[in-house]
Each structure stands twice: as C-alpha cells, then as structure tokens.
C-alpha cells in the first residue's frame, strides 16, 4: 500500500495562509500524489496535535503565528539557527521525533538575491524597522551573511535594546524619530513591521531619506507594493516587494516532507496571488 505523505500549516488562526495554495502548486505541477493543509490549532491544544500528527502520516508542518515560540519547547531536535532566532517556523517529523527550524532568514536571503542581484551585504549598513519575531530572523541572516554593520530601531526602543542584548554583533540601537536619519548611507532598508500593510496605521517613512542606490524591501505582501515600496521606487531605489519571501522559506520544508526540491518561479507567485 502506498503512504500517501501529509504536511501542513499550524496557526491560530490559519484560515488567511496562503501556504496550501503554494504547497498544492507544487505537489501538482510536479505530480506528486500528497497534501498539505491548514491545521487550526488553539494553544491549548498545541503539545498534543504535534505529537499526533506523525502517527497518523504527517511529515512535517509550518508554524505560524501564534506557535513559532512556542514548538521550540515542544521539539526534540532544534536547529542552532532556530535556537538562536528564538522561534521555528518548520517541523519535520522522523521516528516520532520532532525536529525544529527557522527558515526565514533564508527565505529573506533569497528573494532578496532574487530581487536585487547587485546588493552585497558589504555594500554598506542596513536599517531594521522593527524588533519582533521577524527580524530576529533576518538580522541573525544578515549578519551570518556579514553585514557589518545592522541599525534597528523599534517604536518600543526597550525592545530593540533587549533584542541587541541578546543577539549581539553589529547591532547597533536607535530612536524610532531617528529612523530616517538611521537610513542616511545605508545599502539596505528593510520594514518587518506590519505598518504600511492593508488595515493598518501607516509606516511614515519619509522616501527623502532614502538615497537612490539603496536596497528597500518590505516583508509583507498585502498590498504587494506598500506605500514604502512605491515611495522608495519614485526615488530610484531598487525595492523588493515581501512576497518571495514567504515563497523561499517554503522550499527547504516540502524538499524535507515530499522528496524534491521546489522552484520559486513567475508562475508559482501568479498562482498564489490569484484571487
């Protein structure tokens, strides 16, 4: 009898993911008879749904919001990475055992390349707007990558201390009025909050801050192109909209559940972004 492999996406609520939609083109446009689906699981309910799923047929999950803490406490196995950005975002399952990663700050990384195949981490500073979960993962990316030099700045400045503290490296700490004197010669400028995104209070950012050889990109994806983002172009800056994002970190787990390794291609971002 041939085991059908099962994957999917844990959150609460998950109902918004569009993670089955790009995992089911994938499993279709490569012929591969699996599924992925939503999981809405309460908290409550968190350490018992992962400890089932693997016995009836899962090979892994995503985790989203609220969970991404949390399984790290629930794994058996967690990556360095994961353990060092503080969250995971991906469980793969083997022999009932529970393996943890974060696959963000790869998934940044790569549409980053993907978008701006000219910017070099050495190419000059790089300003975070935003200290949550996110940009832990991609200041930990950035800096492995060795960007020498990571300006965060926080409407909370508590938080981003906190955040530097912990991470350490080249972090270095500023006021969040001082956010557009903060992107003066910075190569990349990158907003992890959910400021700017559709139902939300505006970033206010002043494109003037921004110089036209700079890198700007915006992790959200609703609207694709944020008001940063179309600020940030009208001054000749390349910009990367947060949508390859969420398609990149995608890969490393269905290669882990399904036996391939995935493309991120015009026609997969098509098809996730269809109505």
């Known amino acids: 009898m041939t085991i059908v492999p ?3 996406v844990i959150g609460h609520p998950v109902g918004h993911s569009k993670s089955p939609r790009l995992h089911g083109h994938w499993l279709h446009t490569r012929g591969i008879i699996g599924h992925y689906v939503p999981l809405d699981v309460a908290a409550a309910d968190l350490p018992a749904v992962l400890r089932l799923l693997p016995r009836i047929g899962f090979r892994g999950v995503n985790v989203t ?3 991404k803490e949390a399984v790290l406490a629930l794994a058996d196995d967690v990556t360095p990475l994961a353990r060092k950005v503080g969250a995971a975002n991906t469980l793969t399952f083997v022999n009932g055992t529970i393996h943890a990663d974060n696959t963000d700050g790869y998934g940044f990384m790569a549409n980053l390349r993907d978008g701006a195949p000219k910017w070099r981490p050495g190419d000059g500073p790089a300003l975070i707007l935003g200290a949550g979960g996110a940009a832990r993962a991609i200041i930990v990316a950035l800096a492995d990558a060795g960007t020498s030099e990571i300006r965060l700045v926080n409407r909370t400045r508590a938080r981003a201390e906190e955040l530097a503290a912990e991470l350490g490296g080249p972090l270095r700490v500023l006021d969040w009025s001082e956010r557009a004197t903060a992107a003066e010669c910075a190569a990349l400028v990158v907003n992890t909050t959910a400021l700017g995104m559709q139902g939300q209070p505006p970033l206010g950012f002043p494109a003037t801050a921004l110089a036209p050889e700079t890198v700007v990109t915006d ?4 609207p694709l192109v944020t008001p940063l983002l179309a600020s940030a172009h009208d001054r000749g800056c390349t910009v990367v909209d947060g949508l390859g994002m969420l398609l990149h970190q995608a890969a ?3 290669a ?3 036996g391939e390794v995935p493309e991120v291609t015009p026609e997969l971002r098509a098809h996730v972004l269809a109505p």
């Open 6 to 8: 099962l994957a999917g």
């Open 65 to 67: 919001i609220p969970h």
């Open 219 to 222: 992790i959200v994806y609703t």
């Open 252 to 254: 490393p787990g269905f």
């Open 256 to 258: 882990r559940w399904f």
